[in-house]
């Protein structure tokens, strides 16, 4: 997370028995830092996690943008979703592929009414969120910025 309030979230994972996972959980924003460590299976621990104050953070990692377009297999370039957005309508488009630190994933971009309001690029093999960024209506400027830094597989 990079911009006027920088912070860092990390997460480490291993694979505990019976399908289940432990992992050691750090954030970071200001002044506010927590360190964690959770066993169960992956939902017991993003429904765990998505209620610490790294809510705003872990949504982007957790939920990528593309799984609403994958029901019907692997998604393409140029597959869109169109859904309405307080009477105004929201569009999903997966615009490209991309490549950040290496690892290749999804461009997509999220508009409402025509105008942008989020990107990432999701890599769905690892399903994992490599960048995202948030734009407020009306402005060009990113108000939220994440990315990711460092990814290491055992």
């Given amino acids: 997370m990079r911009g006027e309030d920088e ?11 019976d399908g289940k996972r432990t992992v050691t959980f750090h ?8 360190d964690t460590t959770l066993t169960g299976t992956q939902e017991s621990i993003e429904t765990e996690l998505i209620t ?3 809510r705003p953070f872990l949504s982007i990692v957790l939920f990528p943008s593309v799984q609403l377009l994958i029901g019907d297999g ?3 370039v140029g597959d869109r979703h169109t859904f309405p ?4 309508e929201g569009t ?3 615009t490209g592929t991309g490549t950040h630190l290496g690892i290749e ?3 997509s971009v999220w508009k ?3 105008e942008r309001r989020y990107e990432d690029c999701v890599a769905l093999d690892l399903g994992l969120v490599l960048s995202a960024t948030y734009y407020s209506s009306g402005d060009t400027a990113a108000f939220l910025q994440a990315e990711l830094v460092k990814y290491e597989r055992d």
């Fill in 7 to 17: 912070g860092q979230m990390d997460w480490t994972v291993a694979t505990a028995s």
């Fill in 27 to 34: 954030y970071e924003r200001g002044a506010e830092a927590f």
């Fill in 52 to 54: 610490t104050p790294a």
């Fill in 74 to 76: 692997e998604p393409r």
């Fill in 85 to 88: 957005v307080a009477g105004r």
């Fill in 92 to 94: 999903l488009e997966i």
């Fill in 105 to 107: 994933g999804y461009t």
């Fill in 112 to 114: 409402v009414d025509g």
